[in-house]
């Protein structure tokens, strides 16, 4: 599996999932800066966490804007799995690959500690390494992590099963506890927790190395 990373001013996450990536698949990402304007030939895409530009205007709406993201989008468009980890999560939706919006947490504050979330299905590339209905402990680390969406939005991911993982206490007001979502083709995932961040008994779980696990034999098969 030939992987990137995307490297934002302000990306704090994207050397833990480059480490994460090639320990799962033994090869090394190639780290692309935001002002490229190209990408290399992947398999998959990382937008991992940080905070793109400082977040001086909106979570993840500058970083939209960068010229990697119109590679990014096109490669979308030509089936490459893409994987948005908290401001990834957040860039996703302020480009327009993921509905909906982050906003401010319900409770106005940071929120920094594991969370406990509930695996929706088991059947895509980012998710085979799970069970359904199973829990998964990752940690998050954000402010703008309520998800939004219009009725008919939140509806839609319902009734298609775009719905990744769900908080089974939601901590931050998100919308039908939304933690990550899908995009129809279920080849770009967007989640909030961060699975890099428990990938590792050292770090405290490894609930999140499933994910690249998946990845890794889903994209290989």
Not at 168 to 173: A, H, T, V
């Amino acid at each position: 599996m030939k992987t990137a990373v995307i490297v934002f001013p302000g990306s704090n996450c994207d050397r833990d999932s480059a480490v994460v990536v090639e320990a799962v698949t033994g090869r090394t990402p190639a780290m692309v800066w935001h002002g490229d304007a190209a990408l290399p030939p992947v398999d998959l895409i990382v937008i991992p966490g940080g905070f793109a530009y400082g977040d001086y205007l909106r979570s993840g709406a500058m970083a939209a804007h960068s010229p990697v993201m119109r590679e990014v989008a096109a490669k979308a468009r030509a089936g490459v799995a893409i994987l948005g980890i908290c401001n990834g999560f957040q860039v996703l939706t302020e480009a327009g690959l993921l509905p909906g919006a982050l906003m401010r947490n319900a409770g106005l504050r940071f929120i920094c500690r594991d969370v406990a979330l509930s695996v929706e299905r088991d059947d895509t590339i980012f998710t085979r390494r799970y069970r359904a209905g199973a829990t998964a402990v990752m940690p998050v680390a954000h402010n703008d992590g309520n998800y939004v969406a219009d009725p008919e939005t939140v509806a839609r991911l319902e009734g298609e099963g775009l719905i990744a993982f769900r908080y089974r206490e939601n901590p931050n007001g998100s919308t039908a506890a939304i933690a990550g979502i899908f995009d129809p083709a279920r080849r770009i995932l967007g989640m909030m927790p961060h699975p890099e961040r428990a990938a590792e008994a050292v770090l405290g779980g490894t609930d999140g190395r499933a994910l690249f696990e998946g990845l890794a034999e889903g994209l290989a098969a």
